[in-house]
């Protein structure tokens, strides 16, 4: 028994032209934040076994989550 439907897209030229726009912006958007993620955790992180004694502490940045970079996007 089929517990969801399936459809399939056809679209023509132009709407696959903004479809494709669409996921190429979505995709930049999802790689940028993930940078930010990655560059947040590069900043902030220290050794599992041992963290130096004497060490400037930079300005934690606040953690990028969904929630903080949704708050981010225009609507």
């Not at 726009?21 to 790689?31: A, D, F, I, K, V």
């Amino acid at each position: 028994m089929r517990t969801a439907y399936q459809y399939k897209l056809r679209p023509n030229k132009e709407q696959a032209a903004v479809i494709e726009m669409w996921l190429e912006l979505l995709r930049r958007q999802y790689n940028y934040r993930l940078g930010e993620r990655f560059s947040w955790w590069d900043e902030n992180r220290c050794p599992v076994n041992a963290c130096p004694l004497v060490m400037p502490i930079p300005q934690l940045r606040d953690n990028p989550n969904y929630y903080s970079q949704k708050r981010d996007l225009v609507n």
